[in-house]
């Protein structure tokens, strides 16, 4: 096991009638940029529900982060923060909201190009307090410190990171999830899926119990994903599938073993460039890459075909290829397609994609530094 | 799943050469109390160790503190904390020293008869900060708020709990128990196990990876907790012991489900009546109590047969009692005893041990609170 340090300050606010709870949390004399994206909370109830929660406290709304959240579109939000003064950033959304929110309260108290937040790291000093109201289980945004911002005007889709603007608190009522539309869902069982992919699937480490939480979030999603799908207001569903994403990017399962984000880098190009959802790009990515990294990976695609998915018949070879294959059939039973040209991207456009990794400095990914860019474009061809 | 709220404010300093990080995290001027027990640390070099690392800040030290810690013991310490006026308690040892920290820790600045806050749970005020180096992995003590003191001329054995006490860094490093008796790894793997098996056999709630957390850790125990006898230096397997017993007892596991610590209970009476170590009283209830409570436990004790000792066969009576006898066996192979004859404690003494429970008003125990003193002598009688 490799050492780590591990803590993690968010108190999770689990299940019905939460919300409740939040206004003891704010500050004392607490103005508030309640952050929220394109409306669906007015369309469900929650907005409705934080409004009531958060009444005789000061509130500044601002509304419409996208999914994907816009650089231009949080600096508005910087500017609104910056000139009301507000002292706390409840973001009520999904991982984009939060995400943004992030980005919200580093920018807030920076002097100079916020720009250089994502692109050179630059440290920011005060940022704003954020709690999280969760809507929508996928990214884990709501019990970690990372971010991830888009400039569309330069095809960019750049993560950052800090202990610092990990909300402080996280509500999450499953009841919020009721009214989600199916790809939504479908999306963030697969990033949650893929998350846990991403810190287990590696080399063996001798850490039997973080393979075993992995593996544990891993059979809960595939034993709750499509239940999820049939059943939109099943409440035990609805918060095992939240339950399990707010678990397979806490930090938790990560910790004391290496770790490979390749898929999530690579996917990135692919929504900064086409437009995929982040999920999507996942899906498209992951199952290509273990199939390139095969050998890399073998002891642990073998542990997880066995685990998680009672592959423990025939060769090696065999049983890796019935793994990928696994993965890529839980992708498409959660509804998501697995293959660049099921959204229409050509081939041709591959070149394109890798220019892009490129330019972000994407060169040396995998947990062993060796997905160059000729083998980002060998995963993408495969995956064509 | 049940609703619930979940932070862990400990931050967990895994690995070799830990010790290092500890005097970043102390206060400012600062003036620690060095709390450690009967000296073990002054043969295998942690106390050299803590020394060290501690060059250039103020330290009273105070030894002594024994296994299942002395409230005459720990008032001394109150004592001495008061009149030196440190401002941090730094706990080096097992459970006993760091649920002794705490109870020091609520104390110091506590008016009035400080046994009332075993006793009435009397609330305190302003209670030192604690930080621990763990050099025994058992109850979880270095990441929780949790304290049990013991009184032998009351021949009481108390529990006390409160997020205020919990340690705010908690070093662990494997290297600190290579040099631990056999018989301390051996009660460190049972005390865990049994944590686990608080939190998890109960009855189901759709709680599915609650379940796979908890099993988790139980395979890996299983897995790790012979092989930590049989090669006490080797880094890996301690390392993995030492995570699974804290996982075991940071409250993640029990959120969201129900708890049954009747085992618990009814252990402390036989420690604060016979002098036994804790986990050997714990190997002596559990399965006892399973055997007792197996209709009540029925889907839950046959999910652990088959997930955890892949007991898969037979009608569900013969599942049930091949799960019992595994358990059992699985303390028989960690070289603790399961019955109370083992430790020549006659039958004729559980009249004592039921009057004790009354005494300390642990009359409805269990996730149903059905098991009363008559549960109880049943259940102590069948471990005899």
């Excluded at 994206?37 to 929650?46: A, L, Y």
């Excluded at 998350?195 to 001798?206: A, F, K, M, R």
């Amino acid at each position: 096991m490799l050492n780590f340090t591990y803590k993690n300050q968010t108190e999770i606010l689990f299940g019905k009638g939460q919300l409740s709870e939040v206004p003891a949390r704010l500050p004392k004399e607490a103005k508030v940029l309640f952050l929220y994206g394109g409306g669906s909370i007015k369309q469900n109830g929650v907005y409705e529900q934080v409004v009531t929660a958060l009444e005789g406290i000061e509130v500044v709304e601002f509304a419409g982060v996208e999914p994907n959240p816009e650089f231009e579109t949080l600096m508005k939000a910087v500017r609104v923060a910056r000139e009301t003064e507000v002292n706390f950033i409840l973001a009520v959304g999904g991982g984009s909201v939060i995400d943004g929110a992030k980005f919200i309260a580093a920018a807030v108290n920076f002097d100079g190009d916020t720009w250089d937040i994502l692109t050179k790291g630059a440290s920011f000093e005060n940022p704003l307090p954020v709690g999280a109201v969760l809507t929508l289980p996928a990214t884990g945004s709501e019990s970690n410190g990372n971010s991830v911002v888009t400039r569309k005007e330069t095809a960019q889709k750049l993560p950052f990171s800090s202990e610092s603007l990990q909300p402080q608190f996280a509500v999450l009522d499953p009841e919020f999830t009721y009214s989600l539309p199916a790809r939504q869902i479908s999306n963030g069982v697969v990033d949650a899926f893929v998350h846990v992919i991403e810190q287990y699937l590696t080399y063996p480490v001798n850490a039997p119990l973080q393979d075993r939480f992995a593996e544990g979030i891993l059979q809960t999603l595939i034993e709750v994903g499509p239940l999820a799908l049939d059943h939109p207001t099943d409440y035990d569903v609805r918060a095992n599938v939240m339950w399990s994403a707010t678990m397979a990017l806490n930090g938790l399962i990560g910790k004391g073993v290496p770790q490979d984000w390749s898929t999530h880098m690579i996917g990135h190009e692919l929504t900064a460039l086409h437009g995929l959802d982040h999920a999507v790009t996942l899906a498209i990515v992951l199952p290509a890459l273990m199939y390139v990294q095969r050998d890399q990976k073998k002891v642990k695609i073998l542990q997880l075909g066995e685990r998680v998915f009672g592959i423990d018949n025939g060769s090696e070879d065999e049983r890796i290829d019935l793994t990928i294959k696994a993965v890529q059939d839980f992708f498409e039973s959660m509804q998501v397609a697995t293959r660049l040209s099921d959204h229409s991207i050509a081939e041709s456009s591959i070149d394109n994609i890798v220019a892009n990794l490129e330019r972000n400095g994407m060169t040396a990914l995998g947990e062993h530094g060796d997905i160059d860019l000729d083998k980002a474009r060998q995963i993408l061809t495969l995956a064509a």
